[in-house]
């Protein structure tokens, strides 16, 4: 369902001789976790500029941040039964529902930053994109949404070793609750806006994501251990619903498109200055970040692909991945 503010646009008079027009202008409403001014936040706004300047006013969004519409999860169904128009959330959310979502969610799965956006950003990040539409939401673009790590209470994790008998908060993926098992610990979905208060309480010992959310959700107040390995490249994704996107022309479907995906370098740019600005926040906050010999966490993923990677769709998605330069 659209929500139509029938706002009566009075055209600006620019020509003299026109005396102005009225359009229905529609405010399309789009959900974010983080607050104003993360680089998700910021990179669907500049896509709602894109459309309203394209479509001459007729369409802009409104883009309500710091989870006000609810948790990922919450905002997922509220997107998928059109109570919502938009959405940008992680990939994780969706890995029960859609099953090429798994692929990009895998650890280590992507060898570099650069590696995730060169695939995501290409034909087999369309691919997955339109795996989105038979569950209610069309895909319009990938973002960025960097490497994360372990970060925890109680100390700096150099070893898998260090990691036996910690308990860790992942995101609502199976997954994600595998390769922690994976590694001797244990996991505990729970969501992104109750990390902070289970760290603090003891409920968890940690986390895991990457610089720009552990500074900004405060994460780093109370876990002061951030440990590079590395594990996780997953891409944030930008989802119409679908009740929505059959409202538009098929023009202006074309359209929403094409801003989503000119959206996708605005993005990167806010997100690379952010990832420094963080790291830097963090550490003069005194964190204690370390490095670690990755080769280990890589090697013991294993189980998680032969679990998970069964489909040989999957399977194939996989090595197109890896094959991918
Ligand atoms: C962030 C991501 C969010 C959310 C969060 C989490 O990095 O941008 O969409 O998924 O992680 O861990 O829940």
Do not use: C
């Amino acid at each position: 369902m659209l929500h139509f503010k029938k706002l009566a646009m009075v055209a600006a008079v620019a020509a003299l001789s026109f005396a102005g027009t009225a359009a229905a202008q529609t405010v399309l409403r789009s959900s974010d976790t983080h607050p104003d001014g993360y680089p998700t936040v910021e990179a669907v706004k500049y896509f709602g500029e894109l459309i309203k300047e394209r479509t001459g006013g007729r369409y802009s969004v409104e883009v309500y941040h710091s989870a006000q519409l609810g948790q990922e999860a919450d905002t997922i169904e509220q997107v998928r039964t059109g109570v919502i128009d938009l959405n940008r959330v992680s990939m994780g959310p969706w890995n029960g529902l859609i099953p090429e979502t798994t692929i990009p969610s895998l650890p280590y799965i992507f060898r570099s930053v650069e590696h995730a956006r060169k695939v995501m950003n290409g034909p087999i990040g369309d691919e997955i994109l339109a795996a989105f539409e038979p569950h209610g939401v069309v895909g319009l673009a990938f973002y960025d949404g960097g490497a994360r790590s372990f970060y925890n209470s109680k100390k700096a994790i150099s070893s898998i070793d260090d990691l036996k008998g910690m308990k860790f908060r992942v995101m609502q993926s199976d997954i994600f609750v595998d390769m922690v098992a994976a590694l001797g610990a244990s996991a505990t979905p729970m969501p992104y806006g109750e990390v902070y208060t289970g760290i603090e309480t003891g409920v968890i010992d940690g986390a895991e994501n990457n610089f720009p959310s552990y500074d900004t959700a405060k994460h780093a107040e109370v876990a002061k251990f951030f440990s590079l390995d590395e594990h996780l490249i997953v891409p944030e994704v930008l989802v119409m619903s679908k009740r929505s996107w059959d409202q538009l022309s098929p023009e202006d479907q074309t359209l929403f498109r094409q801003a989503a995906k000119d959206s996708v370098t605005k993005q990167y740019e806010l997100w690379d200055a952010q990832v420094a600005k963080s790291r830097s926040a963090v550490e003069a906050g005194g964190s204690k970040i370390n490095e670690l010999d990755k080769q280990a966490f890589i090697d013991a993923m294993k189980p998680v692909y032969d679990k998970h990677v069964k489909d040989p769709k999957l399977q194939d998605l996989v090595k197109r991945i890896q094959e991918t330069q």
